[in-house]
């Protein structure tokens, strides 16, 4: 037997999807997603904060997260909130945080769009560590490209962009899932989200 990892004080369960354990933190209301041979543990979602706030991952609340359930993906997991029976929903949550590794020294981080699912429109919202040239497309799950909504450089900093649901002729897209890709230079991130 070996220990794999310590989330104190109180571990909740866990999942496998995708080569990764997910595990709630009962007492101090965050998710992290663990590597099967210990060697990393990200908090992908929760301040540490009681509540049951939404919104992205990085400024979400939980009260006392405790259950969870993964896709096969791992791009949506399921989480009850014990203390309030409220059952809550993240889609495409990103690491808010490394415990015992390094913060990548250029690139994106926390990726994300708001609200997800959406209907009328979603914001994704990125974090630039080094200037770059940035550019964000919309595919649809065949591969083909719906939208771009930005192809131009940007400053370091926090970034963000707002989709109407409407490909690059100005129609309205059809409900379902979709991938937007954000690229910085020889960095890529992708994520999926959902239009009701």
């Known amino acids: 037997m070996t220990e794999l990892a310590s989330i104190q ?3 909740g ?4 999807s995708n080569g990764y354990l997910y595990a709630t933190s009962y007492s101090t209301n965050k998710i992290y997603r663990l590597s099967l041979n210990g060697s990393s543990m990200e908090v992908i979602a929760g301040t540490g904060a009681t509540g049951q706030a939404d919104g992205p991952a990085t400024s979400a609340t ?3 997260p405790n259950g969870i359930v993964a896709t096969a993906s791992g791009d ?9 029976g409220k059952l809550r929903m993240l889609v495409s949550a990103t690491p808010t945080g490394v415990e015992g590794a390094e913060v990548p020294a250029s690139g994106l981080l926390d990726l994300q769009n ?3 699912p959406f209907h009328a429109s979603t914001t994704i919202t990125y974090a630039l560590t ?3 040239r940035v550019s964000i497309d919309i595919y649809n799950m065949l591969g083909q490209k719906v939208r771009t909504l ?4 940007l400053s370091v900093g926090t970034q963000s962009v707002v989709w109407n649901g409407r490909n690059d002729a100005g129609q309205i897209i059809p409900r379902g899932a979709y991938v937007y890709t954000v690229r910085a230079g020889d960095f890529i991130q992708s994520r999926m989200l ?3």
Request: aromatic share 18%; glycine share 4%; proline share 12%.
């Open 9 to 11: 004080p109180f571990l």
């Open 13 to 16: 369960f866990l999942t496998l």
């Open 62 to 64: 939980f009260n006392g």
């Open 76 to 84: 949506t997991l399921y989480v009850s909130d014990f203390n309030t």
């Open 114 to 116: 708001f609200p997800n």
């Open 130 to 132: 080094e200037p770059n």
């Open 150 to 153: 930005a192809s131009q450089p």
């Open 194 to 196: 959902i239009r009701r």
